[in-house]
């Protein structure tokens, strides 16, 4: 058979299935939930547009850009305003702007003499052993000093990651910094010449790649990506066991009171490790996957604020401010929406994005979202000079939102490439394998397409083993 099934409708699923259609490989999306997309949803209310998960993607690869324009919604992307460049990190209670050159590196107030002086040693710091799964706060300190692992890095993973540097490997979390030094013995001297590097492979690092949303927020895409597999998903559809068998696999599909099975040549497997865990499979015996369930998932609480711009002092002429741990605030970070983007709040007002919660303090998310919104301003009040309530609050909680990879990770991804080599047709693609942005998920989504038309191809001509033995 060369038909797929693809297991799980986030934007990893749906870009896969996107491709595979267009190769003219049949397929069928099972989604468990009453919608597809994941953490991706855009909500206009009230004149604003209040993302509840991610807030913008990285251009970071032509396979995105690719993407956004097979699905014909070009005209629809917007870019982030030039304007709003600046990144405030927080020191002192007070927002500071990140140097955006080397001169404004060396006057600003953010790191103190001390600190500079320790980065213009770096080139000169040895390299780790290659085969060492380091902290990513043992890494930094190591090649930059506390002070930058500090204000620099720790504000930064807490409010892209929602994690903490003394867990996170810099082996499998960040590996292009682990690369850096391993191929040229400095993150300075690497971030130069690797850059020629990716220029000629077409990429663009994160630091510098354009970031972009649409008119009506990432929901656009994920209605582009519906719309063209109009007849290929299926919600409500939780599958609960997969078989191998002579001709493919078998998928058990239902909720226990009205269960259906069917029959697929190959399985995509796109979900989060913790739903990963909990799925039965067997290829000629029963394979464990409930190590899966290790892999940590912080919960974060994302809050959309309207306010009116008369009531917010600072001028929000940024992406947002981050904030170090031990700066002790209830946020992890802001977003200026309205400042990124246009029609994210009405004339008059401005839209904030907060996030609570992740490692640093998970126990605040249960609260009711009255108390959230409570915590946010009190918060605001102090780095914004915010003075007056909201005029509109949107809270979404995540119980489990972002993959941590952590010292040990490794193990995880040498169970997925066990299971996909131990099971021939199974495939595992998505954020706990591939990284945790929407880009990351778009190109693992691509990828994956590649490699089942590959895998399909063989087995029509019965080049690929039917079963691996135990």
């Known amino acids: 058979m060369s038909n797929v099934a693809i297991i799980g409708g986030g934007i ?47 251009e970071t690869s032509p396979i995105v850009t690719n993407l956004v324009h097979d699905l014909d919604i070009e005209p629809r992307r917007v870019y982030a305003n030039p304007a709003a460049s600046k990144r405030y990190i927080v020191r002192d209670k007070k927002p500071v702007a990140l140097p955006s050159s080397p001169q404004s590196f060396f006057s600003t107030p953010l790191f103190s003499l001390k600190a500079k002086s320790r980065l213009l040693a770096e080139p000169f710091v040895g390299r780790a052993d290659p085969d060492e799964d380091e902290s990513l706060a043992h890494f930094v300190q ?5 002070e930058f692992l500090d204000y ?71 209605g ?5 597999l109009a007849g290929h998903i299926e919600t409500k559809s939780p599958v609960r066991r997969l078989v191998r068998k002579d001709n493919g696999w078998s998928i058990l599909i239902g909720d226990g009171a009205s269960e259906k099975e069917v029959c697929y040549g190959s399985i995509l497997l796109a979900l989060p490790a913790h739903k990963l865990a909990g799925l039965k499979v067997r290829a000629n015996r029963d394979i464990d996957l409930s190590q899966f369930g290790k892999i940590y998932y912080p919960p974060v609480a994302s809050l959309v604020l309207g306010f009116r711009r008369e009531d917010v002092k600072h001028p929000l002429d940024g992406f947002g401010v981050l904030i170090p741990e031990k700066e002790g605030f ?89 299971l996909e080599m131990r099971a021939p047709g199974l495939f595992v693609a998505g954020h706990s ?35 691996v033995a135990a």
């Not at 749906?14 to 991706?40: D, I």
């Not at 802001?334 to 990124?340: G, P």
């Not at 929407?438 to 191809?457: F, K, M």
Request: with cysteine.
């Open 12 to 58: 990893t699923g749906l870009t896969a299935a996107f491709r595979l259609k267009q190769m003219g490989v049949p397929l069928t999306l099972f989604e468990a939930g009453e919608h597809v997309g994941g953490v991706v949803r855009s909500v206009r209310k009230n004149g604003f547009l209040a993302e509840a998960g991610p807030n913008s993607i990285l």
């Open 142 to 146: 190591r090649r930059l000093g506390q």
């Open 152 to 222: 620099a890095i720790n504000p930064f993973v807490g409010g892209v990651y929602a994690g903490d540097p003394k867990t996170l490997s810099v082996k499998y979390a960040f590996p292009k910094l682990h690369a850096l030094e391993q191929r040229y013995g400095s993150l300075l001297v690497g971030q130069v010449l690797g850059a020629r590097e990716r220029k000629r492979r077409r990429e663009v690092s994160k630091q510098s790649a354009k970031m972009f949303s649409f008119d009506e927020g990432l929901g656009v895409l994920i």
């Open 224 to 228: 582009a990506l519906e719309q063209e």
């Open 330 to 418: 209830n946020i992890l970070g802001a977003l200026f929406s309205s400042s990124l983007f246009p029609n994210r709040a009405p004339s008059g007002e401005v839209a904030i994005t907060c996030f609570i919660g992740g490692t640093r303090s998970p126990w605040l998310t249960p609260v009711t979202p009255e108390t959230l919104v409570k915590l946010a301003k009190i918060d605001l009040e102090q780095l914004l000079d915010l003075r007056g309530e909201p005029t509109f609050s949107h809270v979404t909680v995540f119980s489990k939102a972002i993959p941590q990879y952590n010292v040990g990770f490794g193990r995880f991804k040498a169970l997925m490439s066990f």
């Open 433 to 467: 394998r591939d990284g945790i942005s929407l880009s990351d998920s778009i190109v693992s989504g691509h990828n994956v397409a590649r490699r089942i038309q590959t895998y399909l191809g063989a087995a029509a001509k019965g080049a690929l083993p039917l079963e």
